[in-house]
C-alpha cells in the first residue's frame, strides 16, 4: 500500500483526484471505457469536487458503480447515497455511459444484491474510490467483516459506530433515525478493482487510519484488508495521519 500525506484535505482531495483521472483517461484510451466505484460521505467531498473538474474526460466513456445504500432509504432522502452522488457528480459531469445505483429502498433487498451483482461482474473495474470508516469500515462492511463471501453485494447490520458517524456527519437528525441495515459492496469485490485509492482526511479517523496501516490484516479493521491489494494509495491529510508511527507511511 502506498501512503500519501498533504497539509490539507484539500490539498489531499486534489491529488486523489488527479491520480483518479489518470487512471480513467487511460482506461478510455486503452479500450475506449472506464469503470469506477465511487465513495461518498464527508471525506469524499473534497476527492470529488476534485475529480468533477477533470474536463478533458470523456466522461460519456465512464461506467460508474456506487459502494453502498441504506435499507428503507428513498432516493430523495437527505442521506440517500444515490442523492448524494447524483449531486456531487452524475449532474456534474454529464450523461454517463452507465450509472448503477443500488436500490435501497427494494422490498427485497437480497433480490436487489444479486441484480446489482449481476451487474458488476460483467466488468473489470479500473478505479476504486473509497473512503475508510471511524471504525475501521470499508464501505459498510463493519467489523468483524466477511472477507470471504464472493457475492458482489451483501444485506449487512450497522454496527452502533458506525450508525454514531452518520449522525456526527450530519445525516442524520437522531441516531434513531439511522437505518440499522444496508446493502454493501463485499470487501472481495471492492478488492477486484485494479487501483484503489482511498480518501481519509480528519483527526477522528486517525485511529482508524493507524489500525488499517499498521495493524494487522484482520476482520476486526475491514480496511486492513487493503494492505494486501497490489495497486492501493491512501490519501491523507496531517490530521488523520497523525498517529502513525512511520511503518505504514
Known sequence: M?????????????????????????????????????????????????????????????????????????????????RYLTERFVNRVGPLKEVNFIEGESDDPETECRRAGSLIQGYTVDVALVGIGENGHLAFNDPPADFEILDPFLVVELDDACRRQQLGEGWFQTLENVPRQAISMSIQQIMK??????????????????????????PDCPSSILQEHPDCTLYLDRASSALLSGKGR
Open 2 to 82: 502506498k501512503v500519501t500525506i498533504h497539509e490539507t484535505k484539500e490539498e489531499m482531495g486534489k491529488a486523489a483526484a488527479e491520480h483518479a483521472l489518470r487512471v480513467i483517461r487511460a482506461a478510455i484510451d486503452k479500450r475506449e471505457e472506464a469503470v469506477v466505484i465511487l465513495a461518498t460521505g464527508t471525506s469524499q467531498f473534497e476527492t470529488l469536487n476534485a475529480l468533477t473538474e477533470g474536463g478533458d474526460v470523456d466522461w460519456s466513456r465512464v461506467v460508474m458503480f456506487h459502494l453502498d445504500e441504506y435499507i428503507g432509504i428513498s432516493p430523495d432522502h437527505p442521506a440517500s447515497f444515490r
Open 193 to 218: 478493482g485494479t487501483s484503489i485509492i482511498a480518501s481519509v482526511p480528519a483527526a477522528r479517523k486517525a485511529e482508524a487510519v493507524k489500525k488499517a496501516l499498521e495493524g494487522n490484516v484482520t
